[in-house]
């Protein structure tokens, strides 16, 4: 069997999730508010204003070890170190492991399946891939999002991933909770994984030390880079702009492959499915990525009932979608100007 990875994962409209999937959410949840309070931290010092902790497993100590890493990002909001992080293509420039990242299935604005491919540690090892469920929980402005292992042999078969020369590794928890705290944000990851195959001590060692580091790497790339245009919600707006009805097809950042030698793009693009008229909006980074403006694009069937605005004072797109744009697809592109 094959993997397969569709050219739309919500060709129709949102997809009806799993009660699997929702499951494991649910558990994955419920690990996540454990560990967090959880007395069994171990220190494992301080790296780059980074601090980190650890629990090893007593049943396997040789296996990657629950990790955690907790740092400040100054100037900030949840919503934009969130969009600093999760996209593939800006992913990139602070996860030096990850290979590519695919939508597999929309669910909703806040939950979609996806396939991750992260590159091998060393020549003699299986690069490893993922498949998972990933949902965003907002709350009084903060977000706490989870992903977590699924098992989808329709589109992604552990035979697929062998006939690729990959090893499907397993995702207990991958947990990011980013916390306002004044001007500031609190930004923590708790992961727990299993790499699965054989992983000689010294890689694992690396790793348990490397991973939990990401909130470092994800601090510095919003100080250097910002993040990427993200749709305001009423949930991270607190109430300001409202949910939007328009199915969030995808949303793909391109920038090169996260090195500066390919940087430049900036090219942001998010994929639509009309429902009923309806407005969205769209939050760029003005300081940083953006400095010099924004310029808009909008594409595709449904192209000629979409119209937009910016706002450069807010940093603020506004897409207006009208009726004739129903069960039609269209693009909104964002680039420097």
Known sequence: MSLNIPDNPAPSGYVPRPADYTSAIEKATLLLSELRASSEWEDAGEREEVKLTKIVDPADPYAVPT??????????????????LMLPGIRKKWDPRLEEG???????????????????????????????????????????????????????????????????????ISGWNIEQDGDNVKLSYIVKVHLNGNIPTSV??????????????????????GFVPYEVMS??????????????????????????ATAGARKWTGSYRGAEPDTIHIAYDGER??????????????ASAVSS????????????????????????TVEPK
């Open 67 to 84: 990790t955690r890493g907790e740092t400040i990002v100054e100037n900030a909001t949840p919503a934009k170190v969130l969009a600093a």
């Open 102 to 172: 695919y939508p597999i299935a929309r669910f909703s604005q806040s939950s979609y399946e996806l396939y991750s491919v992260m590159k091998s540690p060393s020549y003699f090892i299986w690069a490893r891939d993922i498949a998972a469920v990933q949902e965003s929980h907002w709350k009084d402005g903060n977000v706490e999002m989870i992903q977590v292992s699924v098992t989808d042999e329709e589109n992604l078969p552990d035979a697929g991933s062998y006939a690729k020369s990959r090893t499907r590794a397993t995702v207990d």
């Open 204 to 225: 694992v060692s690396m790793l348990a030390q490397e991973t939990p580091m990401c909130v470092g790497r994800v601090r510095d790339v919003f100080y250097q880079h």
């Open 235 to 260: 949930g991270h707006s607190k109430g300001e702009y409202p949910d939007h009805k328009v199915v969030s097809v995808t949303q793909v950042f391109e920038d090169g492959d996260g090195t500066e």
């Open 289 to 302: 990525m953006y400095k010099d403006g924004v310029s808009v694009t909008i594409g595709g069937e449904g």
């Open 309 to 332: 605005s910016v706002d450069e004072a807010k940093s603020i797109i506004t897409v207006t979608v009208g009726a004739e744009a129903k069960d039609k697809d269209f693009t909104v």
